[in-house]
């Protein structure tokens, strides 16, 4: 059917210009676009990038705003807190509660693969094959197995080791002098640390066996925390709950010692090497530094502790009652060998890298909360403040 319509070429002969008609067919077609032109059909997507790009800013300015007014009336509410008062000694415990507490509760799952895998290195051929099995035969509240003492038990270690660590780093580096304490920073730090540990493991250590013996047994021996604890000591005892402390101190000392040592060396060779000083940067570009300091002290505290981590798991779920320490650490190394105080390594590197960064972040985080300055290297010398 034809159209009613004339065709635009016939409009053109009928009442347009003879020459520009003439040099419309003559005009070369234009060519097809090159890799280096731009291409429109991505403009589309070029404006969901910045659109998506434009909120996420403002949702970022909008959660600032909302921190900056909490923080506010938090100060306000606790007045200003002088550095190394009881208020601030109070402010680092807390940022340590939540620090830790919070991030080894959400790596629950990877904690549980890591402690059946040590106690039987033939459960599972790897970490994936292990989720999707527990998950078919436990459910999805399987992968969480052990959470609850992991929180209570992570949240008071975290309150004891970050609160005494600042107490330990400012009582030596007072009783060190200024010009001693920064010449053997490296030493204050692996001091107050070790000594923050010490006190720290005595609140963990029930928590601890626990969710060993939580996670090891399939299925779960214990309802929760609570359940655990009374099972355990009607028993065994007190004792019971304390029977895996000296591998525990063996676990957590050097993992705590080369954690916060390493952290401040760390983070003071970052700042060196950037522009400027550390207070040219915002309060989320140092949480950012803390948190890159953080993982790369990780990496190094799994590697330094995952022999005794090794152990720990080994003793709360095989440890015989009445058994002395000294026979079960050979009985369990003459089962396993060298090698067997390696298993699950990999998996632990992932978990603790990503545990130590983040907690970290957190604790400089409630640090801003409360007006206080994030944690770095000691100053030189000359810019401590007598």
Known sequence: MSTLYPKYETLQQAFGSPYLLTCQRTAPKPSAPTPYQAQPELYYAYSVVDDAKNKAKKLSAEAQKDFDAASQKAQAATGKIE?????????????????????????TPLDLVKTRRQVDSKLYKGNFQAWGHIFRNEGFRGIFTGWSPTFFGYSAQGAFKYGWYEFFKKTYSDMAGPEA????????????????????????????????????????????TLDGISQITAKEGISGLYKGLYPLWGRQIPYTMM???????????????????????????????????GYLAGILCAIVSHPADVMVSKLNANRQPGEAFGAVTSR?????GFRGLWNGLPVRIVMIGTLTGLQWMIYDYMKIFFGLPTTGGAPPPDQVKH
């Open 83 to 107: 550095l190394y008062s009881g208020k601030y000694y109070a402010a680092c415990t807390f940022g340590g509660l939540l620090a830790c507490g919070v991030t080894h509760t959400a790596v």
């Open 181 to 224: 304490a920064y010449k053997y920073k490296t030493t204050l730090y692996l001091t107050a640390s070790a000594s923050a540990e010490l006190l720290a493991d005595l609140a963990l250590c029930p928590f601890e066996a626990v969710k060993v013996r939580m996670q090891a047994t399939i299925p779960s021996q214990y309802k929760g």
């Open 332 to 336: 369990v190394y003459g089962d396993i």
């Open 259 to 293: 954690k916060f040592a390493s952290f401040e060396t760390i983070v003071e060779m970052i700042y060196a090497r950037l522009p400027g000083t550390k207070a040219d940067y915002s309060k989320a570009q140092q949480t950012g530094v803390s948190f890159a300091g």
